[in-house]
């Protein structure tokens, strides 16, 4: 087998947010093609118990370096003097590049594999024609960072949409440095072809896909909710500024709208790491903000609607996939269903306005709304035609096919 180094800025398994899906199931497939060593930080104290079963996944040596959130943020402030992007010095680290060059020095390495862009300062000066190299940027967060810009005021607008001009300036050279970069969807890659003209014969993409086996409607659960109530969820890492956005516009400006007419319906938060004004939701009547679960699936399986209303978002959203995976009705907006290709028949689901989305919702509860969803027609529709459109488009193994491509393997 040959020698593969894969370095990614969070460890990938276990598989608990939208990133870590992703090179999870990367890191998976690469491991049964190649001898992968993997170099990756922790940056949850809680992951370092699942360090061994990162290592059982690959053939190769490895490396797991601890990052302190705060501590990053400080060593960031550097890019300031040095006029870089401030999430490059965020990962910067002696150790990991340590690891990086000797693994270089001691091992035929064939190709490397980079999990966001930040890690690749440690691989940008290796020679291309000894070393294929490959980025997943995953999204265009350059763009993300303008987004965010939009939504600041004063220092902060300043900062984000200088963190965005920078990114980009970093993005295109590795862009033209690496053999080929990878993106989510081919709407990210093509907005990143408008961006960086210079490299678009090298940019192409790899879509997500769902673990069919294991977000499956025919498994049986017990109800997490309380009798009486109709749950509508949204679910997601709650400390990610996109998920914090769109359930604090949700529970203010759409929540009571639906409630005017539907007093019963309740909006459950569910996901680890909530953010102050994500916990203060909780005081909201018909607000309930859960936190980490040791299952998502339960929670998506009994919700009458899942709701996904992120107004900051980028890519291919997984809880919206995963909910389409276990027959839910998803009602989203446009910036959530960035990305998935869609079936006429179920974009009157998506919209962008507060009195829009909640009737989307109100009318999949139907006339009748403290009956099961499946007695609604509408419901079962919408949540059949999701189901069909993720077993259609987005299994892991096929979709990973294009990784191969990537990697001169196709």
């Not at 276990?14 to 990367?26: A, E, F, Q, T, V």
């Not at 890690?119 to 294929?132: F, H, K, W």
């Not at 940027?137 to 004063?154: H, I, L």
């Not at 960035?338 to 028949?345: A, F, K, Q, T, V």
Request: glycine share 6%.
């Amino acid at each position: 087998m040959e020698d593969l180094l894969f370095l990614s800025h969070r460890i990938p398994y276990p598989p608990n947010k939208g990133d870590k899906i992703r090179s999870y199931h990367l890191l998976q497939f690469l491991a049964k093609r190649y001898r992968v060593h993997l170099g990756c930080f922790i940056d949850d104290e809680n992951d370092w118990q699942y360090v061994e079963a990162n290592k059982a996944m690959i053939s190769g040596e490895s490396c797991f370096i601890s990052l302190n959130p705060l501590t990053a943020k400080v060593r960031s402030l550097s890019g300031f003097l040095t006029n870089q992007a401030l999430t490059i010095p965020y990962y910067k680290n002696r150790k990991m590049a340590g690891f990086v060059n000797k693994l270089l020095k001691d091992k035929p390495i064939k190709n490397i594999v980079v999990y966001s862009a930040a890690l690749s300062q440690y691989v940008i000066a290796e020679n291309p024609q000894q070393i294929r190299k490959t980025v997943d940027f995953v999204d265009v967060d350059s763009d993300k960072w303008c987004q965010y810009a939009k939504d600041m005021g004063g220092i902060k607008r300043w900062v984000f949409a200088r963190e965005g001009k920078k990114l980009l300036t970093y993005e295109r050279k590795l862009a033209q440095t690496f053999n080929t970069s990878l993106f989510v969807s081919k709407a990210e890659a093509e907005l990143f072809k408008t961006l960086a003209p210079e490299s678009s014969q090298k940019i192409d993409y790899w879509e997500n896909g769902v673990d069919q086996k294991f977000f499956s409607p025919e498994i049986k659960f017990a109800n997490p909710y309380p009798q009486g109530q109709i749950p509508l969820v949204f679910t997601g890492a709650m400390g990610y500024r996109p998920n914090v956005d769109a359930v604090v516009w949700f529970a203010k400006e759409i929540l009571p709208l639906i409630r005017q007419k539907i007093k019963q319906c309740h909006f459950f938060i569910v996901g680890g790491g909530a953010s102050q004004s994500v916990l203060q939701l909780d005081q909201i009547k018909g607000v309930s903000v859960v936190g980490r679960v040791k299952d998502i699936r339960p929670y998506i399986a009994y919700a009458r609607v899942s709701v996904a209303p992120l107004r900051l978002a980028r890519g291919i959203q997984n809880k919206v996939l995963e909910a389409m995976a276990m027959a839910r009705p998803v009602v989203a907006t446009q910036q959530a269903i960035e990305g998935i290709n869609l079936p006429p028949d179920m974009e009157r689901w998506i919209n962008n306005s507060e009195t829009e989305f909640a009737q989307s919702v109100l009318t999949l509860l139907g006339n009748n709304p403290q009956e099961n969803t499946q007695d609604n027609q509408l419901a079962k529709e919408a949540g059949e035609a999701g189901l069909n459109l993720v077993r259609e488009n987005y299994n892991w193994d096929n979709n990973l096919k294009r990784v191969l491509k990537a990697l001169d393997k196709g």
